[in-house]
């Protein structure tokens, strides 16, 4: 979001470049990540079904994957239609980082990096 942003402000096309392409890795790392919750879910709890924070933590995993795949579709339509980005998608990607952020923060709870000390 960064790099959008700047890119934004300053209009310099190298910088949409970058922000466009980096949103791209972010969005096809979704899968492996996903996957390896998903295996992890299986190993380590054979199955079981989920609840509490774990729970939580696979959805706000599963709404961040969209809203990243989201912000990349919307700046890749842009590029196909050589038109400007539109104003609105800056909330989506606010809102996006939100999610992920809280996400990562649950994430460092269900690994014991935010536990009791």
């Not at 190298?14 to 996903?34: C, H, K, R, W």
């Not at 990243?68 to 606010?94: C, D, K, P």
């Not at 690994?111 to 000390?117: A, C, D, E, L």
Request: proline share 2%; with cysteine; glycine share 10%.
């Amino acid at each position: 979001m960064a790099f959008d942003l700047t890119a934004e402000w300053t209009e310099l096309r190298g910088l949409m470049d970058a922000a466009y392409y980096n949103q791209l890795a972010a969005a096809i790392s979704t899968f492996p990540v996903l996957a390896t919750g998903i295996v992890a879910w299986q190993l380590q709890l054979e199955g079981q079904k989920l609840k509490g924070t774990l729970l939580l933590h696979l959805v706000l995993a599963c709404i961040s994957s969209a809203m990243i795949w989201l912000v990349w579709w919307l700046h890749f339509r842009a590029r196909q239609r050589a038109e400007a980005l539109s104003v609105y998608r800056l909330g989506i990607e606010i809102f996006g980082v939100c999610i992920i952020a809280l996400t990562g923060h649950l994430g460092g709870f269900l690994s014991g990096v935010n536990g009791p000390g």
